[in-house]
């Protein structure tokens, strides 16, 4: 998964993110690439490359995740991960 830039007026977190696991009772989050991603996203709270939201029992392993970043020189936002287990 590379280059979801996101939205600059997205509400916080929800913009940017490579994959998500959202409300998952039981899962895996393997062996994925992800990278150059959030670029234009201005808020806080995110975005990450692999996410598990409001989830549990849920393994994450094996995963590369690089390049998380806001637009350089943006100045604005906050809160850029590989992982927001």
Do not use: K
């Not at 997205?10 to 994925?32: D, M, R």
Request: with cysteine; proline share 6%; net charge negative.
């Amino acid at each position: 998964m590379y280059h979801v830039g996101g939205h600059a007026t997205a509400p916080s977190g929800t913009s940017g993110n490579g994959i998500l696991a959202a409300g998952v009772a039981g899962g895996e989050l393997s062996y994925n690439l992800v990278h150059d991603n959030g670029a234009n996203t201005n808020t806080r709270g995110g975005p990450a490359g692999v996410w598990a939201y409001r989830s549990d029992r849920i393994i994450i392993q094996f995963n590369e995740v690089y390049n998380i970043r806001p637009v350089p020189d943006q100045g604005v936002g906050c809160d850029w991960a590989a992982y927001d287990p």
